[in-house]
């Protein structure tokens, strides 16, 4: 027999009738004025709590128990708006496909006195929150919550005792439900398990709909809930100018992009020419100094050049030929005195002279004229030029590793979300995916109208770890060439923040204020409604503990979303179950955003056939050079911010849920 006691947390035992997995009946309570004692103290114990929330994600282990023998032990990461008992029944019933009745035990830990059956939400509940009150308790040893199931009879007539505390399975009911749960199981390993809220049917788009979404298609002239002029002021210190919550800021960015009348600062943020440590004076004085120093190098090259140098000749020749063909349907590259196509002449000469490695690479005038166009300053646009080569310096390498790497990701990227689609690209003879090589090399610069490319790069950027822009590849920090702040002004620099962190940082979208979910937060609702609505901090706050460790993956601040804030993750994810490098948590968004290309003209490819062109024309890759420019950017974004966050949460919890000890 297993222990019982009815000895509770936080509330008395309330008895309850026994439980069909089949019905959607909520627990009985005998005593209705017990009932309402019992959640007026949890509830009030909460509000209680200046300090107090709940995790979004509770790890936990269900032991299978058979004649006081473990059978069977599983780990779980679940979402805290999933959990109740009921949900905990229909869990246990399906992962370990039981065929019997059971009880279910919540087993002793340092802060339990006793074991003590588990029989409705107010029991699911107290665990979750003694499990919370001991990990805040730094003077107690962490542990996880532990669950027992014991097996006894099949039938309710078998039982020879009180059957409040069992629940009966109604064998009839089981494939019905299954079809019905609102969570779904994704396998890590044999014994750890991520449970997650089941992704919603998606509705297929009405013509008219895709006619006027292509039509109105632009980030720029949608509405969206992008940072304003006036909220950006309010993320800067008003005496100082510094930037108060640098993952903040970034969050919002990621989320819906900036107003363009801030575009300018905004990107010398997200690309670390200006960081959170920098005031008004130490912005002016880098400023300042940054502009002498790129026209000493400018003038240098230019004097090598009035000399007739003949690798500065060279070099002259090879760019000039790109500048004059670069972007000129926009009018700003395309004035009658040239003056915009020269400074991005001397901006890419001055980098390839003083960065033999890798030198000048065709595709690099792509990366600096929308940079040019947004800052308009020569030396600025120059320093940020530069800060983005440190993360794309390596996809330009002759070598081809970088290249490579993304082609092998984007690879298993779509094999994993949408096997038809690889089932097609195979079928078409075009495996290599060598007609995305200037999706992979330009991060879709070329795919999109050029003023939507500007929403679309600070997308990116924002989902990129900070170290990226603060380190070349070869894990040096920058030279003076580089007009890094660093070593001309060596202003304060913040810590470092580890690649996955960081990353992780652009999965927290649609949090609401930690005030508000204290107000609105309550799961006591005298019932198991099978799906818990609360909006909770933090998408990714797998648990006060892991807050503690790694302060930097928590959100404090609100990004101003009324958006739901579960994430449902597809089992596509098990595909990347393993990270080997930082480099692919960095590669990942533009990844997603190819993804999302290809998705856009999904039925147009899979219409195609090699029947209707010959043996070796890439239609595919002729078909996407024809849409060169023409992308609906606002769908792309949404879909691939979609993946990302599935992606990096994912991650999380998979790390957590493997070295939770």
Known sequence: MPPTNNNKMHTSHSPTSSISLGTDDYPECNNSDEVASTFTSKLHYRQLQSDYRLPNVVVFTISLNECNLCQLKKKFSVDTQLLSYSFLVRLINRTFNLRSNFTLIAKESSSFRCNFPVTDDFDVD???????????????????????????????????????????????????????????????????????????????????????????????????????????????????????????????????????????????????????????????????????????????????????????????????????????????????????????????????????????????????????????????????????????????????????????????????????????????????????????????????????????????????????????????????????????CNPHRSSFMSSISNTILSSRSSSPTLEDTRSQHSSLDGGDSGYRDEQLPGTFDLNLRSNRLDSSCYLTASTNSNSILNISLGKWLTHFSSIDTDEQYSDMFTIFLCVALLEQNRSSIMQMSRLNTDDDDDHIGSYFTRLVRQHDARHALQLARNYHRQYVLFQMRVKHLLTEN
């Open 126 to 488: 107290g665990c979750i929150m003694n499990m919370t009150e001991e990990i805040d308790d730094e003077n107690k040893q962490h542990s996880t919550l532990e669950f027992i199931v014991y097996k006894y009879p099949r039938t309710k007539d078998q039982l020879q005792y009180d059957s409040d505390d069992w629940c009966i399975l109604d064998e009839s009911s089981s494939t019905a439900e299954r079809k019905d749960d609102n969570f779904e199981i994704i396998p890590i390993q044999n014994d750890c398990i991520i449970v997650t809220v089941k992704p919603k049917d998606q509705r297929q788009e009405s013509f008219l709909q895709k006619a006027t979404g292509w039509l109105h298609g632009s980030v720029n002239s949608s509405s969206n809930n992008c940072v304003t002029k006036k909220e950006f002021q309010q993320m800067l210190d008003p005496s100082t100018g510094r930037l108060l919550d640098e993952q903040l800021f970034r969050q919002r960015i990621f989320d819906h992009g900036c107003d363009e009348s801030i575009r300018k600062i905004v990107w010398c943020y997200l690309l670390r020419v200006f960081n959170e440590s920098m005031t008004n004076e130490d912005k002016s004085e880098y400023t300042h100094r940054a502009k002498e120093r790129y026209n000493e190098m400018k003038q240098a090259w230019q004097n090598r050049c009035k000399q007739g140098d003949v690798e500065i000749t060279t070099l002259d020749n090879l760019i000039q030929k790109d500048v004059r063909r670069t972007d000129r349907s926009v009018k700003f590259f395309d004035d009658k005195e040239n003056l915009s196509c020269q400074k991005l002449f001397n901006i890419l000469m001055t980098y390839s002279v003083y960065h033999p490695e890798p030198g000048y690479i065709q595709g690099m005038n792509d990366m600096v004229s929308p940079l040019l166009y947004v800052i308009r300053d020569e030396a600025l646009t120059y320093a940020c030029f530069c800060s983005l080569m440190r993360y794309m310096s390596p996809l330009f390498h002759p070598n081809g590793n970088a290249m490579n790497r993304r082609l092998s990701l984007l690879r298993k990227t779509i094999q994993a979300i949408d096997m038809d689609l690889w089932m097609k690209i195979e079928q078409c003879d075009i495996g290599n995916l060598m007609f995305t090589f200037r999706w992979l090399l330009l991060d879709c610069k070329r795919e999109f109208p050029f003023k939507d490319i500007f929403r679309v790069f600070e997308t990116l950027w924002a989902s990129l770890p900070i170290d990226t822009f603060e380190f070349n590849h070869d894990n040096t920090f920058s030279d003076q060439d580089d007009l890094c702040p660093s070593s001309l």
